[in-house]
């Protein structure tokens, strides 16, 4: 479980994420919606530690996040962020084996874990190639194989922030990207993910989290928050919401 409480960050002199309070609570997806610049990924490297904050409080498992070591940390948090490149020629086993290493849990059992993150990403197949021989949506599911072992299988609530997972991806394993990642937070691990497909994060996610120019604009479920007034505000985009036939989550059609 992670929370932010008031947290802000400033760039270059200037306020570049402001006022953000939020809970990511195990058993939630929470995904982050907003504009290019709005401050989405600011906010994920602020909640992992990378940028400092400049007022505000980070707790992670009822602790601040500075009372963690790294090693700590790692066995409580991962991310993935926007994008993950490796120049070495490892084999797709090895690289997912990387999200093991904070963890002592002997080889037999980092071997299944292994095997188990893979098939969740659908990338099980990919196992013995060569990372480099890869495509892009390839690596990008071995990536997140190998933060789904960091933290396998979730269920003592570890938090899982995703900065766009399925960026590269064809519509098939964007779904089964989010299926793996919604599966994690069934099982009781705490997830955030930044999504731009506001129609992915309506069926997929808890809550959601609205950005505009760096400050929340909405925090609620997707019902509450993908409202035609907030989309027309944040994108200038003019849309028609129903309700999914089938699941009947809210359904964005551009007008």
Same mark, same amino acid.
């Given at each position: ?47 992992? $530690? ?197 699941? $009947? ?7």
């Amino acid at each position: 479980m992670m929370r932010a409480e008031n947290i802000s960050v400033h760039r270059d002199g200037k306020c570049v994420l402001a006022d953000v309070d939020l809970t990511i609570k195990p058993g939630e997806m929470l995904g982050v919606l907003g504009p290019n610049g709005a401050g989405k990924s600011t906010l994920l490297s602020a909640l992992c $530690g990378e940028l400092k904050t400049m007022k505000g409080q980070l707790w992670l498992d009822d602790q601040p996040l500075s009372y963690w070591t790294g090693q700590q940390r790692a066995r409580r948090l991962a991310v993935l962020p926007q994008s993950s490149t490796l120049s070495f020629a490892f084999s797709v086993r090895d690289v997912v084996a990387m999200g093991r290493l904070p963890h002592d849990t002997g080889r037999q059992r980092d071997a299944e874990i292994v095997r188990e993150s893979l098939e969740a990403a659908d990338a099980l197949h990919l196992m013995d190639r060569s990372y480099l021989a890869l495509s892009g949506g390839e690596r990008q599911r071995v990536h997140l194989s190998r933060v789904l072992a960091q933290l396998w299988p979730g269920e003592g609530g570890q938090t899982l922030l995703l900065d766009e997972p399925t960026s590269m991806l064809d519509p098939l394993h964007q779904h089964t990207t989010l299926q793996a990642v919604r599966g994690f937070a069934d099982r009781g691990g705490a997830v955030m993910v930044i999504l731009h497909d506001l129609n992915l994060a309506a069926r997929y996610c808890d809550r959601l989290l609205m950005l505009e120019s760096g400050r929340p604009f909405a925090l609620g479920t997707p019902d509450g928050v993908l409202v035609p007034d907030a989309l027309r505000a944040v994108f200038g985009l003019e849309v028609l919401v129903q309700r999914h036939p089938e699941r $009947g989550h809210p359904l964005i059609i551009a007008r």
